[in-house]
């Protein structure tokens, strides 16, 4: 799962190059602005009746937070980021760090972070891949 979190990571930071670092589950309170986190919710092997099909399916969470710039809204950044991340990896199908994704999609949902105080836009990724 490491490979295709960091191959996923890296394949977003070359798309979507100004949405600033990225962190593991949360983001540090001392973080530059825009920043984003990411999370494995679930990986689950797809099965046949035969067994393991060497097929997956990954549910990445990502988590993007803006503050307010002189023409958006903290809002309005993230959701433009978020919406940035999601036409680079909406359909996408191919090598992803090491990985043969089959294909992507992506849902895009809002959130408020109370320990900082900002807008969240949240991308959930569906990775469909081959297990090595």
């Known amino acids: 799962m490491t490979t295709l979190v960091e191959g996923l990571k ?7 190059t100004d949405i600033g670092k990225g962190y593991p589950i949360e ?8 920043a984003w986190s990411y999370q494995v919710i679930d990986d689950e092997q797809m099965l046949s009746h035969g ?10 969470q990502i988590d993007i937070m803006a503050k ?3 023409s958006l809204s ?6 433009g980021l978020a919406e940035q991340v999601r036409a680079a990896l ?3 199908k191919g090598n992803m760090g090491g ?4 294909y992507c999609k992506t849902t895009i949902s809002d959130d408020w972070a109370e320990n900082h105080n900002l807008p969240v ?8 891949y081959k297990i090595q």
């Open 74 to 79: 903290g809002y309005g950044a993230a959701k």
């Open 27 to 34: 983001v540090p309170q001392d973080a530059a602005y825009p």
């Open 99 to 102: 990985v043969a994704v089959k």
């Open 51 to 60: 067994g393991g099909t060497k097929y997956a399916k990954a549910r990445v």
């Open 68 to 70: 307010e710039t002189a």
């Open 90 to 92: 909406d359909g996408f």
């Open 10 to 16: 890296s394949y977003r930071e070359t798309q979507v």
């Open 121 to 128: 836009a949240s991308v959930d990724v569906i990775i469909h």
